[in-house]
């Protein structure tokens, strides 16, 4: 999740992300493409891929999972920030693509426009509403959709190999919630305001 509520043109946003393992937890797997530039900053792991206080540039499209050795074990996690800046100029954008289990050939790729506030070919209604005082994140809105299509019965089982592939748990990922919440906190400020409206006129 954004750490702080400003992702506008040009803006550096920098996003926290907790991971931890725990019996039964999985995170799956999937494919992350952006056109902007994302720093990941681990700030604290134990069993994990990424040491604890290292920096990696990720490229444009990367791999991303829970990074844990085993994340069915408990005490496991990973704590990182991941900072991506965001563009000023036209056409920033990202998808997520997920790859059948067995076969490794692509279930789906979703990819849509993320331009943020201020850049030349923003959507004030791309991701929420444009009466919106809480923005919603692009990535995390995007995460959503995508599990959504992913899950479909029509994506799931591949179309290449056959393979029914297992449901992806968004539990773990959390996006779902932010998604929601922040869509909550929006509908609160404008009920707040609505009703002040109408008792001090
Ligand atoms: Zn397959």
Redo the contacts with the bound molecule.
Sequence with gaps: MPIFPYDGAGVMVPCGAMLYGGPGRTHHHFFHWNTVSELLVSWGTNEAMIPTGSLMATQPFHGVNSFLRDETKEGTFALVTITQRQSSEAGQSEALTAK?A??K?DLVKFEYGSAPEGAPDHDPNAFGDETDVFPQFSTQWGGVEFVRIRNSDDVRV?A??G?ENEIFDLRPWGWDRLVGQTRVSNAAFHALAGSAKEVLG
Excluded: A, G, V
Aim: net charge positive; charged share 25%; with cysteine.
């Design positions: 059948c067995k076969c050939k591949c290449n190999c393979h």
